[in-house]
């Protein structure tokens, strides 16, 4: 069952992740993280103007927040709902993007392969932490974003010790 997380515009205003933080910081304290996989998902209520044809992703205070959020937990979209669109709605608030009539959201594609790698990076190690299995996990999160994953990839990966190091 998916937990939802309400945020409104004083959190966003603020940039206060107190609600993100009280649910996620709860299932790290848990010890059980695999249980949450794909159980998170946000309900935006933000005022603004009614003729205002802006998405959330497009408000500059929303997206800034998610900025926040994923700055504190980067491998949050393990836990983000796919299935109900959270993790497209999530990666959109972090990569420049269009919306198309036809065709729906246009993601920077410079931008998106970043972001995609990034996430891979990030989980790949903190999964392996939690002693979950992340190869077919990270290929379909991948795929959500319209790009397929090479198992030479997560050979490289493996073969590095996956370890993400600064200094």
């Known amino acids: ?24 910081e709860g299932w ?11 159980q998170l998902g946000f309900k935006i209520d933000f005022d603004c103007d009614p003729e205002d044809p802006r998405e959330f992703s497009e408000i500059p205070e929303v997206r800034l927040w998610f900025v926040r ?34 065709e729906g959201i246009q993601y920077n594609s410079e931008a998106l ?22 190869q077919s996990r990270l290929k379909s999160m991948a795929q959500l974003l319209g790009y397929e994953l090479d198992d030479t990839l997560f050979d490289l990966i493996e073969i590095s010790g996956g370890d993400i190091k600064s200094g």
């Open 1 to 24: 069952m998916t937990t939802i997380i309400s945020l409104n515009t004083n959190h966003f205003q603020t940039l206060d992740l107190s609600p993100a933080q009280t649910v996620v």
């Open 28 to 38: 790290l304290q848990d010890g059980a993280i695999a249980n949450y996989e794909q």
């Open 69 to 102: 959020l994923d700055a504190t937990y980067p491998w949050l979209p393990f836990l983000l709902d796919w299935k109900s669109g959270e993790f497209v709605r999530y990666t959109a608030m972090l990569v420049p993007h269009q919306f198309n009539r036809t």
């Open 113 to 134: 392969e970043i972001f995609v790698m990034q996430k891979i990076f990030v989980l790949s190690q903190w999964l392996k932490q939690w002693g979950i299995q992340s």
